[in-house]
Every structure is written in structure tokens, then in C-alpha cells.
């Protein structure tokens, strides 16, 4: 059998820079949560969390919001958990992280919400639908 050594060498360029645009993208780890209100919904509300959190938050804290919609409420956090240092200084999520990572959540979690964060990054991202409206107390079980 005959090869074009060109054409072979071609096709593993290719592969290997297909392999490395991968590599290099984040790695988004997630948890679902498996009950409570189901709120699609919460998806329209993602860039506008992740583009407000724009103040340091200290570590082992977080930021929230709330979003109402007209059946139920979509609580939002950026809780800064991960960082190598014994005694991190105040951080800033990356809102690139936060929109890939609440997406993910929104993309697979059925509706139920949950939580995940980029590996190597310092900030957990969550996306909670709940019964109720913004400021209100919580229904059992939401």
C-alpha cells in the first residue's frame, strides 16, 4: 500500500491541534440536585448574574442573587471555596467561568439546578430554583 507522506502528516497536524483546542478548554465539574421546583426559566437570568458580581469577595464567602419569575424564584450564588494559599486575599470570579459553568447546570440538571466550578478555579457557581418570590421565606422542601 502506497501513502502520500504529506496527506498522512496533514492529517496528524490536524488531530493534534483539534486534541490541544480541547486541552485547553475548562473543565466544568458539576453536581445536580436531583428535587425540588423544576425552573428552566433561571436560564435567562445566567449573564446577568455573572456580569453583576463585579466586588471581591472574601474567601470562604459568597455572593447571591435572586431573580423572580411569575410561578417561582432562581437564587444564584459565587461562594469563593478553592484557593492553594493558607490565607487567600479576596478574589473576583471570573464571569467567564461562572456563565460556563451555570450553563452546564442549566444544560443538564434537568431543571433542578445545582452547583459545579472550573477545575483550577477558586469559585463554586450555584443556580437554585425555589417556590416562592425573591425575599420571601423558603416553602419546606425548595
Given at each position: 500500500?502506497?501513502?502520500?507522506?504529506?496527506?498522512?502528516?496533514?492529517?496528524?497536524?490536524?488531530?493534534?491541534?483539534?486534541?490541544?483546542?480541547?486541552?485547553?478548554?475548562?473543565?466544568?465539574?458539576?453536581?445536580?440536585?436531583?428535587?425540588?421546583?423544576?425552573?428552566?426559566?433561571?436560564?435567562?437570568?445566567?449573564?446577568?448574574?455573572?456580569?453583576?458580581?463585579t466586588a471581591n469577595v472574601a474567601f470562604r464567602n459568597n455572593?447571591?442573587?435572586?431573580?423572580?419569575?411569575?410561578?417561582?424564584?432562581?437564587?444564584?450564588?459565587?461562594?469563593?471555596?478553592?484557593?492553594?494559599?493558607?490565607?487567600?486575599?479576596?478574589?473576583?470570579?471570573?464571569?467567564?467561568?461562572?456563565?460556563?459553568?451555570?450553563?452546564?447546570?442549566?444544560?443538564?440538571?434537568?431543571?433542578?439546578?445545582?452547583?459545579?466550578?472550573?477545575?483550577?478555579?477558586?469559585?463554586?457557581?450555584?443556580?437554585?430554583?425555589?417556590?416562592?418570590q425573591c425575599g420571601q421565606i423558603e416553602a419546606p422542601g425548595?
Amino acid at each position: 500500500m502506497i501513502f502520500n507522506y504529506n496527506t498522512v502528516l496533514t492529517a496528524i497536524v490536524l488531530a493534534f491541534s483539534m486534541t490541544s483546542v480541547d486541552a485547553a478548554a475548562p473543565v466544568v465539574r458539576r453536581t445536580c440536585f436531583t428535587g425540588g421546583t423544576v425552573g428552566t426559566e433561571c436560564r435567562q437570568f445566567i449573564n446577568n448574574f455573572c456580569n453583576s458580581v463585579t466586588a471581591n469577595v472574601a474567601f470562604r464567602n459568597n455572593q447571591e442573587r435572586c431573580y423572580n419569575t411569575p410561578n417561582f424564584k432562581c437564587d444564584f450564588g459565587a461562594f469563593y471555596e478553592f484557593s492553594a494559599d493558607a490565607n487567600p486575599p479576596a478574589a473576583l470570579p471570573s464571569t467567564t467561568n461562572c456563565i460556563n459553568t451555570l450553563n452546564n447546570v442549566t444544560n443538564t440538571c434537568g431543571g433542578f439546578g445545582g452547583y459545579g466550578n472550573v477545575a483550577g478555579g477558586g469559585f463554586t457557581f450555584t443556580l437554585d430554583p425555589n417556590q416562592g418570590q425573591c425575599g420571601q421565606i423558603e416553602a419546606p422542601g425548595s
